[in-house]
Nanobody
Framework: QVQLVESGGGLVQAGGSLRLSCAASGSILSINAMAWYRQAPGKQRELVASITSGGTTRYADSVKGRFTISRDNAKKTVYLQANSLKPEDTAVYYC??????????????WGQGTQVTVSS
């Protein structure tokens, strides 16, 4: 009932930038929070950035000052502007959206993931 379409990943040189987007659709009544996670080979999935319905943002220490999370409520879309990329940022990035469906059933849904590769 919920679909997340992620885009914006790719190959970029160190120091470059990417803008990831995640658009939600389906029988969504409201969205409470949106977040970006990433997972590198052999490592656990980690929270990169999150934004609440009130606009409160949180970032992993490793990306503070370089990444910015934002959202467009009308488009039900969350963005991650990633600047000054480093090779250690290489990972599959996943969007997660939490909210309520029509009928007030809560949901937490993951996107399919988008690959970010940063070359040195």
């Amino acid at each position: 009932q919920v679909q997340l379409v992620e885009s914006g990943g790719g190959l970029v040189q160190a120091g470059g930038s990417l803008r990831l987007s995640c658009a939600a659709s389906g029988s969504i009544l409201s969205i409470n929070a949106m977040a970006w996670y990433r997972q590198a080979p052999g490592k656990q999935r980690e929270l990169v950035a999150s934004i609440t319905s009130g606009g409160t943002t949180r970032y992993a220490d490793s990306v503070k000052g370089r990444f910015t999370i934002s959202r467009d409520n009308a488009k039900k879309t969350v963005y991650l502007q990633a600047n000054s990329l480093k090779p250690e940022d290489t990972a599959v990035y996943y969007c997660n959206v939490e909210g309520a469906l029509i009928g007030l059933r809560s949901f937490s849904h993951w996107g399919q993931g988008t690959q970010v590769t940063v070359s040195s």
